[in-house]
């Protein structure tokens, strides 16, 4: 039997705003066969301290991760996100985006 290659990793990053295109986002790359990493909302109330720990773990699952996709709507990329993209580029990672006319 032939080991199966390791699939591409590519960690989702952007507002969960856009729960709908994470979403949609998340089910076409499975559907092409890749492990999708992303933020999950939580119910607890968010503090400051809870905030930036949910941040730093964000920050690993772009450690796992082969590639970025940075979802987003008419533009919009906020502090958080950008700080994601800058990690991931620092780490060497490649950064896609669902608009590419953000990619600058």
């Known amino acids: 039997m032939r080991p199966v290659d390791r699939p591409r990793v590519v960690c989702l990053c952007g507002s969960l705003r856009f729960r709908d295109l994470f979403a949609s986002e998340r089910r076409r790359l499975t559907s092409l066969g890749v492990i999708v990493l992303g933020p999950e909302e939580v119910d607890d109330d968010l503090t400051p301290a809870r905030r930036a720990a949910?941040?730093?773990?964000?920050?690993?699952?772009?450690?796992?991760?082969?590639?970025?996709?940075?979802?987003?709507?008419?533009?919009?990329?906020?502090?958080?996100?950008?700080?994601?993209?800058?990690?991931?580029?620092?780490?060497?990672?490649?950064?896609?985006w669902v608009e590419p006319h953000l990619d600058a």
């Not at 730093?56 to 700080?83: K, M, N, P, W």
């Open 54 to 96: 949910l941040g730093e773990l964000h920050l690993r699952r772009i450690d796992l991760a082969d590639e970025v996709r940075v979802v987003s709507d008419g533009g919009y990329v906020g502090a958080s996100t950008r700080r994601e993209v800058a990690y991931a580029r620092q780490a060497g990672k490649a950064v896609t």
